[in-house]
């Protein structure tokens, strides 16, 4: 459908008609005095008169009803026509979800595989995550990137372009590499959530991934039973192999990568917090836990409609910009003939 943002504008279309009628022209008699004045020059000034500048102007001329519609076409212009295309529905659940993501110095170990290539945990992380983040059409989502310390890389948003560009930039070193700060991710998640309004406390969740243990900052423990007292969710990922094959001196060995990693403690923090721990020893894995977190949090809620708009001011400005082209044609016509 086409509607006009300010139609009052209409008002003013017949005031180049109301100029015209209440402007009083100069008598013979007024112009005959202003020409008293005798100049040598006035001859040929005579001489440059045009018909278009010295006829007098009625509103049946052609002139007038050119410029005329100028007027129609700039007054439509500026009334900001639109076009307003069928309602849509966009579903919109009001959760925030947080992502924390591990990128300490451990996330480097190449024990995953993608697409049949051996890659470091951190990239296979980000070839799952993102899909997910697709995923969540109608959720706010948050990035926190956790290893010395961590650090807020988005707050929360519906911009998932941004979530996915953030997430995709990110690289071991950029929050240090010695250390796993669980504790302070889970805190700095609960800062970021705890401004939600108690109506909404259910729609809040903190989806943890690491590949180690809390060495650095808070306890992680502590920092979940503040998660619990304001009502957010954790959802915790323990991430890496259980056994890759190295060589060494002594020949092929059998290690177990993920020796560091805390279940117990992950455990601990999803059970307080009323969420689930998943362990995920390769991207397929990962790919399901993923799924199965879009079961436990579907993205379901009241949906709300609009209408895709359009603005057309352009186009009868274009037109009326056109027939300004015309006057200014039929006026240069008309000089050359004289």
């Not at 005095?33 to 020059?41: G, I, R, S, W, Y």
Request: proline fraction near 5%; hydrophobic fraction near 45%.
């Amino acid at each position: 459908m086409y509607s006009f943002d300010w139609p009052w504008i209409f008002v003013l279309l017949p005031l180049p008609f109301l100029i015209y009628w209440l402007s009083s022209p100069k008598k013979t008699s007024q112009l005959s005095q202003l020409q008293a004045l005798k100049v040598p020059f006035y001859e040929q000034l005579s001489d440059l008169e045009t018909p278009l500048a010295t006829a007098k102007i009625n509103h049946l001329s052609p002139l007038f009803t050119f410029v005329f519609l100028v007027w129609i076409f700039v007054i439509i212009a500026a009334a900001q026509p639109k076009w307003s295309g069928e309602a849509i529905s966009i579903p919109v659940s009001g959760r925030d979800l947080m992502l924390a993501v591990d990128i300490s110095g451990s996330m480097e170990t190449a024990d995953m595989f993608f697409a049949k290539t051996a890659v470091d945990r951190l990239t296979a992380v980000k070839s799952v995550i993102m899909p997910f983040i697709r995923q969540r059409e109608g959720d706010r989502l948050g990035l926190i990137l956790f290893a010395d310390h961590a650090y807020l890389q988005t707050p929360l948003t519906f911009d998932r372009k941004t979530i996915e560009k953030m997430l995709y930039d990110s690289f071991i070193g950029m929050a240090g590499q010695k250390a796993t700060a669980i504790g302070d991710a889970i805190g700095l998640a609960v800062k970021r959530l705890k401004d939600l309004p108690a109506d909404q406390s259910d729609s809040r969740v903190l989806i943890l991934l690491t590949d180690g243990s809390n060495n650095a900052g808070i306890d992680p423990v502590t920092a979940a039973k503040l998660a619990k007292q304001i009502g957010i969710k954790i959802y915790t990922i323990g991430f890496g192999a259980d056994e890759i094959i190295v060589r060494s001196f002594f020949g092929r060995q059998k290690i177990n990568p993920s020796k560091d990693l805390d279940e117990k403690s992950l455990t601990q923090i999803a059970r307080l917090t009323g969420g689930k721990y998943f362990r995920a020893r390769d991207t397929e894995e990962l790919q399901k836990i993923y799924q199965t977190l879009d079961q436990l949090e579907p993205v379901e809620s009241d949906n709300l409609t609009y209408r895709p708009t359009r603005s057309l001011f352009y186009w009868p400005l274009g037109i009326a910009f056109f027939i300004s082209l015309l006057i200014l044609l039929l006026q240069n016509t008309l000089r050359s003939k004289q």
